[in-house]
């Protein structure tokens, strides 16, 4: 995937946990508890960077130490 695509996949994923977490604040939910969470899930979202090791399909020997 390219880098373009997954920033732009952050991007709206980002936006909709401030949807979320503007919907909760309108619910009644406590402030520290929606942006401890909220805070935590786009953190985990800029932080994402998926791996390409396993893409190496020339090489099919098994690895026996």
Known sequence: MSKSILWIIKI???FVVIVIM?????????A?????????IIFAIIKYKPSNE???NNNQTLNKN
């Open 32 to 40: 520290i508890v929606r942006n401890v969470i909220g805070i935590a």
């Open 54 to 56: 396993n893409q190496n």
């Open 22 to 30: 503007t919907i909760t604040k309108e619910m009644g939910i406590p």
């Open 12 to 14: 709206i994923l980002i």
